[in-house]
């Protein structure tokens, strides 16, 4: 049974807690796995210890993952077959890293961060198939060819896909954005993204992460990898989900505001 210590000296137990967030660790859930962190802290447990706690659970997941050991811990045979030995050394070097460092909370919320964002690479385009070659052979024709009258092409014709930028480069995007300003980049991935002919519009969940992608040199970085991806200039807007509702204000998204401290005092790289 796994117990972390207070700081009024009393013992909690938070075996349930632990392996919830290695769950959520497993699934790339961000969002559990910092209400988690986060009520661990409010309930007095250390950070320090947390890290402990996780990093010898998923070292039973390694060694049942390597096959090393057999377990018959339900936790651990679940977690040993959702994830490679290699993704569960990465989560163990990480969690390591927590106890060196002067602010062990935080440390923790970013690395979970980290570690629940999956990387993005770019969908490979299908290699273009050879135009079939007829077979038949060519038939000469006596009569005269008489040039068919011109007509106009229609809107639809004109108008053809390439007007609206394809979603499916968006991940290429970031890839470019992650080169100059990783922390941005993971941000990016967080929220949803509309295509309009002439416009790209994030739609992120609170009014201060649209204007974190507002910011003269943030959107600056996203509009220069959206032109050398897409290869014109395409204009960049951010507009909150809730944006134009009524309703009583509400305190801000603690969870939210804890995603953004991590990745600005930590990442040092997204510009406020």
């Known amino acids: 049974m796994l117990r972390l210590s207070s700081p009024n000296g009393g013992n909690e137990d938070a075996a349930e807690e632990i392996a919830a967030l290695s769950e959520a660790i497993a699934t790339s859930n961000t969002t559990t796995a910092l209400e988690i962190s986060t009520r661990l802290d ?5 950070a320090g210890m947390v890290a402990t706690q996780l990093a010898a659970l998923w070292r039973q997941v390694l060694l049942t993952a390597s096959n090393v050991t057999k377990t018959t811990d339900p936790l651990v045979t679940r977690l040993a077959s959702q994830v490679s030995p290699s993704q569960v050394t990465t989560v163990i070097e990480a969690l390591l890293e ?15 961060v ?7 690479t770019p969908p490979t385009p299908p290699a273009p198939k050879p135009a079939a070659q007829s077979k038949q052979p060519a038939v000469k024709s006596t009569a005269k060819a008489t ?28 890839i470019h954005i992650k080169s100059q300003n990783n922390s941005l980049a993971a941000l990016l991935q967080m929220y949803p993204v509309d295509f309009g002919p002439d416009e790209i519009t994030i739609k992120p969940r609170f009014n201060f992460h649209r204007d ?8 600056t970085t996203i509009e220069a990898a959206v032109t050398k991806v897409y290869g014109r200039s395409i204009k960049i807007s951010a507009r909150t989900e809730q944006a134009g509702r009524t309703s009583k204000r509400k305190q801000p998204d603690k969870t939210a505001e804890l995603v953004s401290s991590a990745l600005e005092i930590l990442g040092g790289e997204i510009i406020e």
């Open 98 to 112: 927590i106890g060196r460092s002067p602010w062990p909370q935080l440390a923790l919320e970013t690395t979970l």
């Open 147 to 174: 040039p068919a009258p011109a007509t106009p092409a229609s809107t639809s014709e004109t108008e053809t896909p390439a007007d609206t930028p394809q979603s499916q480069l968006w991940p290429k995007v970031l």
């Open 212 to 219: 974190l992608f507002m910011k003269s040199a943030n959107r």
């Open 114 to 120: 980290r570690l629940t964002i999956p990387s993005t």
């Open 42 to 46: 409010n309930n007095g447990a250390q």
